[in-house]
């Protein structure tokens, strides 16, 4: 009888192309944008030297204060590679300032040096180059190291593109909550909802039906996107690939029956599919799947939210298993979903011993 | 067709949650993506003070003054692997004597050389007292609008997705055959609820707006009513293409799939998630098509040349869209009016 309505399942979602693009198509467009579009900003690399410049304008300055120019203008090229261009009108140079076509511009009158930004628009860079500015005219910097020494840590850092397929695989498993969800719904309008609350079946195999279709599909979603990240995008999944797969395995079904509740809680598909919906973005905005999660991270308050997301704990989870350690985050994730599922289950048995589980009008 | 209008607020007031979904909700949704999505461009670096001698203080205070250096508190212990996670770009070690170590990854880092040049000008001799040194003060700003500009960029475009909801449900039902009966003519029916849906939207907009300027967010322009005004063109043009979309569709559950698989690619790809100059060419060359990139375009220009005139051609692509767009609307349903 299980297996009856696990293939009633199984042809009803597949039989739908939409359901197929969301399962093959989607997660690596997904990915593959993400990953295109976010490579600098994984590498913390914002370009934000780049083509900079400064003005400066000459008002009889004395032999000393062009003599700090030239230092500060080898400190420019030395720290930030940014070069210093002469103007010979001053409120021309302050207006191409305003119109980001240089950092600022340093007015040389005799022995005083006075820097104009521009008042609304000044890049970080521009920032970055007036503290420079600041800290280093008029004063000897040494040119080299002086007393400074680095450090190169030669261990790899996970890229945009390995990132972005954990996190973004993650992200679009947590979708089949949408698609369980609507498919109780489908059950409680059609009505057969009673009859298999009747059945020998009963709702607990509504349930596992239910469920084995969220495993196969993020397990598909899964497959799919290992054999398209390996081979387009060159990611390599580590030691650990079988351990990642059972974290997404536990992942689709919490999903799935975080779904099946909603489905069973709403009255209608459009309210399952915000209440979904709403879930899934915030989880996705604040566990980094529109940006890298560092960059949450590094935010008060903000490095608290975000440990509310399961997706948060995905990534964290599916990051060390990518660098080859199965760790404290896996463990955490692992007994977090667990936790999750008993919670959904427990819910789902008590919203299902109502009298009336149909829908009106459906 | 001002019953018409007044017939359209009535049905959108008494929809289930339609003021909230159309202003509560995105009002707070957006100043909250305003603080959480940070596409900071602010440099994170560790600065580890373990002189003994008081000559790390006058370092660390100088990094920490550096704008566009964030300083992120960490033990050495934890700053390789904070490194490797991304939170942090380098670390700096601050010893004795005014030494300093600077802790990088392989891949290098981009203010590194700027780091070197602030430490080794507070180890350097005082300033040339006969000089001085001056710099214009501006107005101090919080939060820059552009970090979550993308986000609130495709809010307000898919807005219209709950008129288009009602269209498609009033056909549906029969409700739009019905006023149509009445005497009601195609435009009045559309443009009611059109209107409705845009007025809605742009209240929204406002208080936004206001809100953004009562917290002195940073909109990177000198007259910031033109961002006001690119909002309410990114409302206008979110009508013309839902109620395009509301003559196609036959479900109105296919809306969300679209606001979420359409747009939010075509966000992502304008440049208004993420800086358009630092994606790869094919991108920009398909974002260049993208009707969001045209907002954000004109954003940028205005943003960048202090005058609405170089992003013209731009809204004038907006708006040409959104006529087409609600013209093609009024043709389809002129089209099938009896259609249920």
Request: glycine share 8%.
């Amino acid at each position: 009888m299980l297996g009856v309505s696990l293939k009633k399942e199984f042809l009803y979602f597949f039989k739908n192309v939409g359901n197929l693009i969301f399962v093959f198509v989607l997660p690596f467009l997904f990915i593959l944008l993400m990953s295109t579009a976010l490579k600098d900003y994984v590498a913390n690399d914002f370009d934000t030297f780049d083509n900079g410049a400064v003005f400066y304008y000459l008002d009889r300055p004395t032999e000393q204060s062009m003599a700090h120019l030239h230092r500060f203008q080898e400190v420019l090229a030395e720290a930030a590679q940014v070069k210093l261009e002469e103007v010979g009108d001053y409120d021309e140079g302050k207006r191409k300032v305003e119109q980001s076509e240089a950092f600022g511009i340093i007015k040389i009158h005799e022995s005083s040096f006075s820097y104009y930004r521009s008042p609304f628009n000044e890049p970080e860079g521009g920032r970055i180059v007036r503290s420079l500015f600041e800290a280093t005219i008029g004063k000897a910097i040494p040119s080299g190291d002086a007393g400074i020494s680095t450090q190169v840590i030669a261990r790899p850092k996970m890229d945009s593109n390995a990132y972005f397929t954990l996190t973004g695989l993650a992200f679009f498993m947590m979708f089949i909550s949408l698609m369980i969800s609507n498919s109780v719904i489908d059950e409680r309008r059609f009505g057969t909802i009673e009859r298999i609350k009747l059945s020998q079946l009963g709702l607990n195999a509504m349930l596992i039906s239910k469920a084995a279709l969220g495993v196969c599909i993020g397990l598909l979603q899964a497959v799919t996107v290992y054999a398209l990240s390996s081979s387009v995008l060159g990611v390599n999944w580590g030691s650990m690939t079988g351990w990642m797969f059972l974290v997404l395995t536990g992942m689709s079904i919490a999903c799935s029956v975080f779904g099946a509740v909603v489905g069973m809680i709403a009255k209608s598909k459009a309210v399952a599919n915000s209440v979904v919906l709403m879930s899934v973005m915030l989880s996705a905005y604040l566990g980094g799947a529109f940006s890298p999660v560092y960059l949450l991270e590094n935010m008060n308050v903000v490095n608290y939210m975000i440990q509310i997301s399961p997706l948060y704990w995905a990534g964290k989870s599916l990051g060390s298993l990518h660098a080859g350690m199965l760790d404290r985050n896996s463990y955490l994730f692992l007994s977090l979903q667990l936790g999750l599922v008993v919670l959904f289950y427990l819910l789902y048995r008590i919203l299902g011993r109502r009298a009336k589980l149909v829908i009106e009008g459906g | 067709m001002i019953n018409m209008v007044k017939h359209s607020w009535l049905i959108f007031k008494k929809t289930p949650g339609y003021i909230h979904t159309m202003t509560t909700f995105p009002i707070l949704m957006l100043l909250l993506i305003t603080f959480i999505l940070a596409y900071s461009n602010t440099h994170n670096i560790a600065v580890i003070d373990q002189s003994t001698d008081g000559t790390g203080s006058p370092v660390y205070e100088a990094l920490s003054d550096v704008e566009g250096f964030t300083l992120v508190k960490t033990s050495e212990q934890d700053a390789v692997n904070k490194m490797l996670a991304g939170n942090i770009e380098l670390v700096v070690l601050l010893h004795d004597q005014g030494a300093a170590k600077i802790m990088r990854l392989a891949g290098g880092a981009e203010v590194e050389n700027s780091v070197k040049a602030i430490i080794k000008a507070v180890n350097a001799a005082p300033r040339d007292a006969a000089i001085t040194v001056d710099i214009n003060q501006v107005k101090n700003k919080t939060l820059n609008i552009s970090y979550a500009m993308g986000l609130m960029l495709f809010k307000f475009i898919t807005a219209s997705s709950t008129m288009a909801a009602l269209l498609i449900r009033e056909r549906n039902n029969g409700m739009r055959g019905r006023i149509f009966l009445s005497g009601i003519n195609t435009f009045s029916y559309l443009g009611g609820k059109a209107l409705i849906s845009l007025a809605t939207m742009t209240f929204t907009a406002l208080v936004y707006y206001g809100v953004c300027l009562l917290l002195r967010f940073d909109f990177g322009m000198n007259h910031t009513i033109y961002f006001l005004f690119l909002i309410v063109l990114t409302n206008l043009f979110s009508v013309g293409v839902f109620a395009l979309l509301s003559t196609l569709l036959k479900d109105e559950g296919a809306l969300w799939s679209i606001a979420t698989f359409l747009f939010f690619p075509m966000a992502v790809m304008s440049g208004a998630i993420f800086p358009y100059d630092s994606m790869p060419s094919w991108m920009q060359n398909v974002g260049a098509y993208v009707p969001q990139r045209w907002i954000t375009g004109s954003i940028e220009a205005i943003q960048k040349y202090d005058s609405v005139t170089p992003a013209l051609p731009h809204i004038g692509l907006i708006l040409a869209v959104s006529v087409v767009c609600y013209g093609l609307a009024l043709l389809n349903t002129r089209k099938n009016r009896g259609a249920f």
